[in-house]
């Protein structure tokens, strides 16, 4: 399930040619974001390129994925974190 408003990315922006302004280097294309089964992803969630969002995972309204997590996890936060899992019942929200 997705909440209204998540934002998934699939470029970066290019900046390593210090010759060039960074407004004129243009996009690069990362690893695709690949969402699992049974995953809740909350309101205004923003999903960085090559993100892996794992079976069964929560990510929290407005959280920003910057990093991958283990399948049942519970995560939110900017940057993201490791709230809990879903596994074991215990979550720090």
Known sequence: MM?????IHKHNHAFADLSVPMA???LKESAPVIIGDDV???QRAIVNPGRRIGK?????SG???VKD???YSV???NPSRLMGSR???ETNA
């Open 3 to 7: 909440a209204p408003d998540v934002l």
């Open 24 to 26: 004129l280097q243009g």
């Open 40 to 42: 809740w992803i909350g």
């Open 56 to 60: 069964g995972m929560i990510v929290a």
């Open 63 to 65: 959280a920003v994925l």
């Open 69 to 71: 997590f283990p399948d």
């Open 75 to 77: 995560v939110g936060g």
């Open 87 to 89: 596994i074991s019942g």
